[in-house]
C-alpha cells in the first residue's frame, strides 16, 4: 500500500495569512506517460464529509475559492491557503488515487491563531 | 445534481451485524465505482473497499476480509455494505464515495466526489 504522510499534525494561523500543509507519499503517484499525479486533497469541517478541494494535485474543483492551490508532484506535494478565513478552520487531507487500496494522509488540522 | 444518500445510524451490539445502504442519484448509476470510507471518532479516513455497480464486482482493504461484503442492486440504484463480527472498534462514522470513472471505454481512477452524508455505526454492549 502507499502510505501518505502530512506535516505538521496541525497548524495556527492568523487570519489573512499564509497556511501550507505538505503531503509526501511513499511511492510516486505520477503516472508518466500522462504527466498526471493521481493526488487530491479534501477539507472536513466537524460533523460534515469529507469536501473534494483540489485533484490531479493542481486543479480546483468547481466552486472552490482560488485562495485554495495544489502543488507538487512525484511524492511531494503542498496544499496552500493564501489568506486563511475563519470559514477554512478544519482538517485537511490529501489522497492518492494511483492505486487501490486509495490511501489518505492522516489530516492536518487548520486553526486561527 | 449528483447525489448519495446512506440510510440512517445504527446500533449495534458485539457479534452483531450491520448492513449500511447508499442510493445514488443523478448520473448512470453503472459507470462509476462506489468507495466505502470509515472514520472513527476524533480519527482520520480509512478506506474500507469498492464495489463496480456493474457486474459487483468487489475489493477489500486486507484488515476486513472475510467480514465484509459490498453488494448492489442496480434497479434502485444502491449499494450496500455488510460488515459483520462486529467489535467496539468499528465504531464510526461509515460514508460511500463515487470514485473510478468507467463511462468511458476505458475505466479511470479519479478522487472521490461526491461523498454520502455518512452513517455513524455504534458498537456497544
Known amino acids: 500500500d502507499i502510505v501518505m504522510t502530512q506535516s505538521p499534525d496541525s497548524l495556527a494561523v492568523s487570519l489573512g495569512e499564509r497556511a501550507t500543509i505538505n503531503c509526501k507519499s511513499s511511492?510516486?503517484?505520477?503516472?508518466?506517460?500522462?504527466?498526471?499525479?493521481?493526488l487530491a486533497w479534501y477539507q472536513q469541517r466537524p460533523g460534515q464529509p469529507p469536501k473534494l478541494l483540489i485533484y490531479w494535485a493542481s486543479t480546483r474543483e468547481s466552486g472552490v475559492p482560488d485562495r485554495f492551490s495544489g502543488s507538487g508532484s512525484g511524492t511531494d506535494f503542498t496544499l496552500t491557503i493564501s489568506s486563511l478565513q475563519a470559514e477554512d478552520v478544519a482538517v485537511y487531507y490529501c489522497?492518492?488515487?494511483?492505486?487501490?487500496?486509495?490511501?489518505f494522509g492522516q489530516g492536518t488540522k487548520v486553526e486561527i491563531k | 445534481q449528483v447525489q448519495l444518500v446512506q440510510s440512517g445510524a445504527e446500533v449495534k451490539t458485539p457479534g452483531a451485524s450491520v448492513k449500511v445502504s447508499c442510493k445514488a442519484s443523478g448520473y448512470t448509476f453503472n459507470s462509476y465505482y462506489i468507495h466505502w470510507v470509515r472514520q472513527a471518532p476524533g480519527q482520520g479516513l480509512e478506506w474500507v473497499g469498492l464495489?463496480?455497480?456493474?457486474?459487483?464486482?468487489?475489493s477489500y482493504a486486507q484488515k476486513f476480509q472475510g467480514r465484509i461484503t459490498m453488494t448492489r442492486e442496480p434497479s434502485t440504484s444502491t449499494v450496500y455494505m455488510e460488515l459483520s463480527s462486529l467489535r467496539s472498534e468499528d465504531t464510526a462514522v461509515y460514508y460511500c464515495a463515487r470514485g473510478t470513472d468507467c463511462s468511458r471505454t476505458n475505466c479511470r481512477r479519479r478522487w472521490f466526489d461526491p461523498w454520502g452524508q455518512g452513517t455513524l455505526v455504534t458498537v456497544s454492549s
Open positions: 511511492q510516486s503517484v505520477l503516472y508518466s506517460s500522462k504527466n498526471e499525479n493521481y
Open positions: 489522497q492518492q488515487y494511483y492505486t487501490t487500496p486509495q490511501t
Open positions: 464495489i463496480n455497480p456493474s457486474g459487483g464486482s468487489t
